[in-house]
Every structure is written in C-alpha cells, then in structure tokens.
C-alpha cells in the first residue's frame, strides 16, 4: 500500500484477472463503497510469462503470476485500505500474504472443480461448493466463499464486516465493470 | 568397461550358437568377443544459467471523485433545489428499485475520448443499483427498453431519443434528470416542448419525479424576466412560443443551462426558422433531443436538429448511409414492434370510398377549373398555388360545399354507431377545424368533445379528462396540428383519420395516441380515401416519405428513391415545374 493510504469506513475492493488471447493476462481492482459506488481502479498492462517460467514454475506459476505479481502490485497502489478483498480467482488470494486485511475467494462450481482458473460467472448454484485445499469455507452474505487457511481470523472478520451491506449487494457484478475497464484500457 | 560422462555404441561382432524347444532359449556356444579399444574424448561441460527476476508490471488507475463531497447518489440529502422524498413504505403503492435487480450499464459514447471518463462511466454500477441507491421510487416499474434509454441519455451531452412515439421518451428523459440531479452533475435544466404539452410535462414530472419542482415560465414579459433570472428551481419549462419572444433574455442570461431538453424536436427542422436559431442560441452544455419523427420530410430534418446537438456533426450533402453511420452513437430509436412484443396490435382499414355523386361532380369542376387556372399561370405558377388548388379538393372529398353530402361521414357513421353501441371510444382526427365542426353537428347525438387550435389551452385537459373517465363522451375530434402529439388516450381503440396529412409521421403521431403503453386491446385504425381523386395521389406520395425515414432510422439498407420533390408536387396534376418556381416545403 503507498504511504498515503487512508482507511475507508466501508470500501471493499475487487480484485481479478482478465486474460486475453490477444494481449495476455492483466490484473484489475476496483474498491467500492457499501452501495457499489466506486472508489478507486487500477489495472495493471497485460503480461505473458515466457516458455521457460511456464516451465519452471508449473503448477506454481498461477498463485505466483495472479497473487504475488499482479495481486501484490494491484494492491500496492491503493489509496483506500478496503474491509477486505473479493477475488474470483482462487491462485489470487496468495496476495493475501502481502496486505494486513482480509481476502476472500468467491466460491462456484467453475472456479472450484475446474482444473483452470475460471471466474465466476454466474451465480452459485444452490448447492453449496466445497472449499479449495488450503482454504475454510466462510458464508459472503447468501454467497459460498472461502479464506485461505492460513489466516484463520479472516472469517471472523468477514462475518464483521459483512453486516452493513445491502442484503442484496451483488458480489459478481464488480468484476464484469472491471473486465470492461480492462477492455477498454486495452483497446485504447 | 569404465563409466564415462557420455557413451557411445559400440558394435559388438558376436558369434555364437543359439538351441530351442520353443519356449526356451539357450547359448549353445560361448560367444565370441573381439574388443576394440577405443579412445575416449572428454568435451567440457557446459550449464545453462536461467535468471528469472519476475515480470515488471507497470500499472494504470485512478480515485473517484470524493462521493461525500459530491453529492453523491449514496448521499440521503435531496439534490440543489429538489424537496426530500419519505423513504419508501410498505403502505406506498410505488415501487422503488432493489440492488441485484435486472442489470442495465452505462456505456460511454464514442465522442468521449479521454480513457479516464469512459472508465468514469464503464464502472459506474448499473443502472438498477443507482436507482436502489437513492430509494427512487416509480409510480410503475421501467420496461427494460426504458432503463436502456435512460442507460443512453444519463453519459451523453449530445443525445436524440428518438423512439417511436408511445414508449415513453418523457419519463425516461425525467429519470435520467433525475439522476444526474442527484449525481450533482445538473442544476439547471431546460426543457422546451410545444405549448399544449407543457400541462403534460408538468404531470409526468408529479409522477415520475415528484421531489424535482417545475417551474415555468409564462405570464407576462416581467413576470417572465424574473423568472429566468430568479427562480431557482432545478427544472425550468417553457413552450417554443415563449423561447422565441424572450430570445434576447436568453442571451443576455450570464449562466448556462447544465442540459436543454427539446421535447418534439422536429420544431426545429427548419434550420433558419426564427424558433431554430433562438433555441440554438442558447448557452448549455448537454443538449437533448425528444422526438418520434426526427425525419419527417427529408433528411435536412435530422441534420437541422443536430446542428442544435452536435453542429458539424453532420453535413448536408451527405447520403443517407454516411447520415445514419455518422448519428449512429448520438441516436437512439426503438419502435413498438421491437420492443412491446406485448402491447396490442395496431389493426390498419383502408376505407376506399367513392365520392357520392353529388361530390365527384363538384370535386371534378373545381379540379378542372383549377388545373386550367394553374396552366394559365405559366411560369408564374407556384408550390404555393398548387397546395391551394390540393387543399380545396381535399376539403371536397371530406364534405361537398354544396350539398354537404360525404361519403366519408357516411361510413364514419356507421362504424361508429357500432363501436359507441359496444362501449368502445373513437378519436377521429381531420386537419380542418371546418370539417370538425361538421361532424359535431352531425354526431350530436354522441356528445363529441373537441380537441382542437380552438379549444383555449387552459380548457384542453379538462376535455382530455370528460373523455376518459365520462362514459357519456364516446368520441373525440381532434385536429392534427393540436392532438397529434404528447396526450396519452390510450382508453380509446378506434382511430379515424377522416383526412389524411401531408406527413405520415404526423399520422403515425396521432395513431400513438391510442397505440401507446397501457392500451388494453388491439387499436383499429381506419384511413379513409376517396378513390380517383387528389388524396390518393397523395397517398402514394407519403408512402416514399415513409421509405425515406426507414432508409435512416432502420435496419432496412435497400437504397430507395426518398423525398418529396417539386416534380412530385406538380406531378399530382401532370403539371411540369416551371423554372422559376421555388423550392417545396411540404
């Protein structure tokens, strides 16, 4: 986070990946306040790893590439330390080790039993989605969600901070606006 | 034999003698080996080093503006010069918008060229979770195509919503004011409609924006004065008529208006029309049109209107084609068939009539008699003569001045003895006053209103309002100039055109009186025309007018022949256009 970062009563940021055949794979975050309206964005120039770290990190490269490159950066430059962090990408939450507030992964069918790293489209279905190894499942309004095991006192502080948002605040549709944005920045 | 850091192959020469049973295999013989010594060359090793330092991310972003210090839609105070609202009730039959609702999302227009402005607008949330935001209520829930419109107008500071009349441009255009009222982003807002409406745009105002006071401007010139300068209410309704008497008030004005709505903007079609360059000298910094026709004539109509939204947008010499590309991020048109799959059909009559005896008799001296007079003008001869000599057959084909025979109201009568017996009402439209009063006085009996340049302004909605709710007035007479646009009788199903307009976007106008949201059950539509005579030439003249409108405003790409040109004109009675002759402004 920049020296300047002041902290928000109610912000909560966004965070993702967008991956484009064309361009590569570029990092977005966007923090809202409690009624969607928003913040701050940022987004990172899409990056493509070489042949050689595809190699070399293999499994790894995901959470590597997601969470400590463009997570960490992403999160660097925010101004508004948010609540906490939304991410639909499960290999994204390892940025949670570089930021003091919680991050929680927005759990589905597709970014869980899909052995890519798939966003969340649509809605959960209404059965509830296990937790990713490593990960203890926490509820996000009427939302499966998850938080790294590691941090045990993150669900506790979700459960917090969850009580003063709209009972209908959409956590899906901050991610399409900064998939848009990233869009838009690359065809610009 | 030594290990060594890199092998080769050796051929091993053997000889030797193999016994079997078929399921084993034994040497019979020793082999024999013949060793080859052989000079081993030790290269040396090289390693690979791969550095791997990360990838370098370079980043772009920005902060919003401070929501608190912007009188944000999160905000619980009432936007400038609006009056706070009760939160919604479970008493209260309105309806407001909850976040999560149907997802609806502002998209920036084209002409926004800096990168942080259209992200400005690309991560708003949608339009459902601004409306929950701010707990607006509605009297009725939005169809989708509205919350797209108001999605259309809400970032654009040069915009025409030009949907087919009946979908609801004025309460999409008070929901996006009253959007961006409470966003801080307008303080001052004008809105020009024609002078019967005003009354119109006032009650939408109630029900769709109850918390946005009005003020308009009318009285007298003092009165007037103080109420441009003075009145500080975030909306200001005037009539064209008035715009045009306080011209130099306008200009003289040091503020400017933060939007200028022009409601049935084909006002302006006329580019060098005295109301055209008033509006158009107005000091603002968006500028709205409203408009079901925005061509009615030619495609001169659309470029007049955009040198108001846009000047320099478009140019005049332009084919449709290029006209259509180049309005494509400016205007947005939906009719009724794309978008209310579910309103009722418009069933159209064409009632073919024959003139009665005692008419084509009439009708066939003054044609003759006019055609002679028009030939003996020669090149002296005018468009204006000619609309004279169409006039007066067309007044013969409604009524015959002699005998006051007319088929027409022959049919009319019939038809309506039906429908009125079942309950139904009617609105019959004519372009002459004359020929209204005819029919009142022959349809007494049916207790018919009027609705025409006649009637005072302050007695029109008080006429509106007998025939909707009085079940003793089944039938409405209506001029076009003055019941073609802005009234909701969607109570009524039979439309009579007993006379048929220069423009059929007129007609289409008066048709969606009826036609519009909340109408219950099909509306018919009955045209009558009087076989052999002037009107049906004219028919076939509207039908191009109609084909030049589609050629812009739809999906159609067939280039036609568009436009109503002076050839045509005279051609109605095989005259030719003497060189002398000006240009057609029908």
């Keep these: ?14 965070l993702t990946i967008v991956e484009s055949s064309e361009h590569g794979i570029s990092g977005g975050y966007l923090a809202l306040n409690s009624t969607g309206h928003p913040i701050e964005f940022y987004c990172t120039a899409p990056v493509r790893p070489s042949r050689t770290q595809e190699i070399l990190y293999g ?55 899909s052995p890519q790293s798939l966003r969340v489209d649509q809605p959960t279905p209404d059965q509830p989605v296990p937790a990713p ?29 969850c009580t003063d948002l709209h009972e209908n605040f959409d956590f899906h549709e901050p991610f399409e606006r900064i998939r ?9 | 034999m030594n290990t060594a850091p890199s092998c080769r192959t050796v051929d091993l020469d053997l000889h030797c003698r193999v016994s079997t049973d078929n399921s084993r295999v034994a040497l019979v013989q020793k082999p024999l080996t013949h060793l080859i010594p052989t000079n081993w060359e030790f290269h040396p090793v090289e390693i690979a080093s791969l550095h ?20 944000d839609l999160t905000s619980d105070s009432p936007p400038p010069g609006c009056v706070a609202t009760p939160p919604a009730t479970a008493k209260n039959t309105s309806l407001a918008f909850r976040a999560g609702d149907r997802s609806t999302k502002i998209r920036p227009p084209h002409n926004i060229i800096k990168l942080e402005d259209r992200l400005y607008y690309l991560l708003q949330p949608p339009l459902e979770t601004l409306l929950a935001n701010r707990s607006l209520e509605f009297p009725c829930t939005p169809f989708a195509y509205q919350l797209e419109g108001i999605g259309f107008l809400y970032p654009r500071h040069a915009a025409m919503l030009a949907d087919e009349m009946g979908l609801g441009k004025t309460m999409q255009a008070i929901t996006t004011i009253r959007l961006l009222a409470t966003a801080g982003e307008v303080r001052q807002v004008l809105i020009i409609c024609p002078k019967p409406l005003v009354t119109n745009w006032q009650r939408e105002f109630t029900r769709w924006s109850p918390e946005i006071p009005l003020t308009i401007i009318e009285g007298n010139l003092k009165r007037r004065e103080w109420l441009w300068n003075t009145a500080d209410t975030l909306v200001k309704l005037v009539n064209y008529e008035i715009v045009m008497r306080d011209k130099l008030l306008l200009k003289k004005m040091e503020s400017s208006f933060d939007l200028v709505v022009l409601d049935e903007a084909q006002r302006i079609k006329t580019q060098s029309s005295a109301t055209s360059r008033a509006i158009r000298s107005i000091k603002r910094c968006r500028s709205w049109a409203l408009t079901g026709t925005p061509i009615e004539n030619s495609s001169e109509d659309l470029c007049s209107i955009f040198d108001f939204l846009s000047p320099g947008t478009l140019r005049r010499d332009w084919k449709p084609g290029r006209l259509r590309q180049a309005t494509e991020d400016y205007l947005l048109r939906r009719t009724k068939r794309k978008v209310l799959k579910e309103l009722p059909p418009i069933l159209y009559r064409d009632a073919q009539l024959s003139l009665t005896s005692e008419q084509m008799k009439t009708y066939r001296m003054a044609e003759d008699d006019g055609v002679v007079r028009l030939a003996e003008l020669g090149g002296e001869v005018t468009v204006q003569h000619v609309f004279e000599l169409i006039l007066r057959l067309k007044q013969i084909c409604n009524f015959d001045p002699s005998t006051d025979r007319s088929s027409k109201f022959e049919r009319l009568s019939v038809d309506l003895e039906e429908l009125v017996a079942s309950g139904e009402k009617a609105i019959v ?37 007998k025939f909707r709710d009085d079940p003793r007035h089944q039938v409405l007479l209506m001029s076009y100039g003055a019941g073609s646009v802005g009234l909701n009788l969607q109570f009524a199903s039979y439309v009579f055109l007993f006379d048929r307009w220069w423009n059929p976007a007129v007609e289409d106008q008066a048709i969606s009186r009826a036609h519009r949201i909340g109408a219950k059950g099909p509306v018919t539509v009955t045209r009558f025309l009087t076989q052999g005579t002037v009107e049906e030439r004219i028919d076939e003249v509207l039908r191009q007018k109609r084909e030049i409108f589609d050629l812009i405003l739809s999906d159609s790409e067939t280039p036609r022949n568009a436009g109503l040109s002076q050839q045509e004109i005279f051609g109605l009675f095989d005259l030719r256009v003497p060189t002398t002759s000006t240009r057609c402004a029908a």
């Design chain 1, 180 to 188: 848009d944005a990233v869009e838009e920045t690359q065809n610009d």
């Design chain 2, 429 to 465: 439209f004519s372009q002459w006053v004359k020929s209204l009063d005819n029919l009142k006085r022959r349809l007494s009996s049916y207790c018919p209103l009027e609705y025409h340049g006649r009637i005072p302004t302050q007695r029109r909605d008080d006429v509106i309002q």
């Design chain 1, 59 to 113: 499994a790894t490269l995901k959470p590597y590439l997601y969470g400590e490159i463009l997570g960490q950066t992403l999160l660097s430059q925010t101004q508004t330390e948010p609540l906490f962090v939304c991410t639909n990408v499960v290999e994204v939450a390892t940025a949670r080790q570089f930021v003091p507030y919680p991050m929680v992964v927005l759990l589905s069918r597709n970014n869980v039993e």
């Design chain 1, 133 to 161: 190894l490593g990960m203890v499942p926490v509820q996000l309004m009427n939302q499966s969600a998850a938080v790294l095991a590691d941090h045990p006192g993150d669900r506790q502080l979700m459960n917090d901070h």
């Design chain 1, 1 to 14: 986070m920049s020296a300047s970062t002041r902290k928000s009563k109610n912000a909560i940021g966004f």
């Design chain 2, 52 to 71: 791997f330092d990360g990838l370098s991310v370079t980043t772009y972003g920005f902060t919003f503006p401070d929501p608190a210090l912007n009188s």
